[in-house]
């Protein structure tokens, strides 16, 4: 009852839009801690798949001139869930690419809270879903401008295609500015499959199937782009596995 007691409700932002009825199948989640030290880099490659409810949360602190990329897959057959909290110091960058599938009656989310607490540093999400069905694709993202946080270079690219009219995606792409010289941008955008590029594929003799195929695989792999050690998904890590490298310890 008491765990019963502490899950979220939707009166909660960042839960807006989620499956509270899988989300109690798993609550609590434990937070999954990374930090980065100065002058150091990291990777991480989540893949969130299998039968049942699958939720991460990530809680990641990087220092001055610290980098991390995270790449994120999600494709469960339930209910799947990521969270992340990033936190950069002066310098540093925090790189996301994420795709999340999603199809029958499921929901799939992505979840961030970007904090440009220093300056002069950058920060680059970029989220591609796909839903059919009745399936829902969420993404909810905030990127935070502490005071004096100057330099600040802060970027989201959100975009969602949806397979079928019964399909949603629900889309939050925020910024929260309170330093004066900085430079951020934010992107949105919710569709389906282009007609006149399908139709021009199939003037080359490319089965329909094919082509809607091959235009998905395109349009996934942007989350992607430049995460050459997850070219193929790997299997979904536990624990968690950071690979760290630095001027003494390069990788």
């Known amino acids: 009852m008491a765990e019963a007691a502490l899950l979220p409700t939707r009166k909660d932002e960042d839960f807006r839009y989620a499956d509270l009825g899988a989300l109690a199948q798993v609550w609590p989640v434990a937070v999954e801690t990374i930090t980065v030290s100065a002058g150091e880099s990291g990777t991480l490659a989540l893949v969130l798949d299998g039968a049942a409810p699958v939720v991460r949360e990530l809680a990641i602190q990087l220092g001055d001139g610290a980098s991390f990329d995270l790449r994120v897959l999600t494709a469960p057959a339930a209910y799947g869930r990521v969270s992340v909290k990033v936190e950069l110091g002066k310098g540093a960058n925090f790189n996301l690419g994420a795709a999340q599938l999603a199809g029958g009656e499921q929901t799939v989310e992505i979840v961030t809270d970007v904090l440009h607490a220093q300056p002069d540093a950058t920060s680059r999400q970029v989220v591609r879903s796909v839903a059919g069905g009745t399936a829902t ?30 399909a949603t995606a629900n889309a939050r792409p925020e910024l929260e500015i309170f330093a004066d010289d900085v430079k951020c941008a934010h992107g949105c955008a919710v569709g389906e499959l282009d007609a006149n590029s399908l139709f021009y594929m199939a003037q080359r003799g490319l089965p329909p199937e094919t082509a809607k195929r091959l235009m998905l695989q395109a349009f996934v792999a ?25 001027r003494d310890s390069p990788c």
């Open 222 to 246: 942007e989350a992607f782009a430049g995460a050459q050690e997850i070219s193929s998904p790997p299997p979904l890590p536990s624990p968690t596995r950071v690979r760290r490298c630095s």
């Open 137 to 166: 694709a969420n993404y909810l993202g905030k990127v935070r401008v502490a005071k004096g946080a100057d330099g600040t270079d802060g970027e989201q690219s959100v975009r969602a295609m949806l397979l079928d009219r019964t």
